[in-house]
């Protein structure tokens, strides 16, 4: 079972990915005509910092739970 919901989440998660991006540039659009954009939104690395700090979370949480967790495990010296 475990298998199975990794890899549809794995399999899920571009297209969730790519929508959710979709939906926050078109928001983004709008406020930008608007006038009403804050500043630090108009910075696209800004994002990119975001997303890649997320991405990095999430890959630690899913080695930290998939991994053998006893002695001499994935993070022992």
């Known amino acids: 079972m475990r298998i199975v919901l990794l890899v549809f989440v794995f399999v899920t998660a571009p297209t969730a990915a790519f929508f959710l ?14 006038g ?15 997303a890649g ?8 949480i899913v080695m930290f739970f998939t991994q053998d967790q006893g002695y001499g495990g994935l993070f022992a010296l």
């Open 21 to 34: 991006w979709a939906w926050a540039v078109k928001i983004k659009q709008e406020r930008k005509l608007a």
């Open 36 to 50: 009403t954009l804050p500043e630090w939104q108009d910075m696209p690395l800004t994002w990119l910092a975001i």
């Open 53 to 60: 700090l997320v991405c990095a979370i999430v890959g630690f």
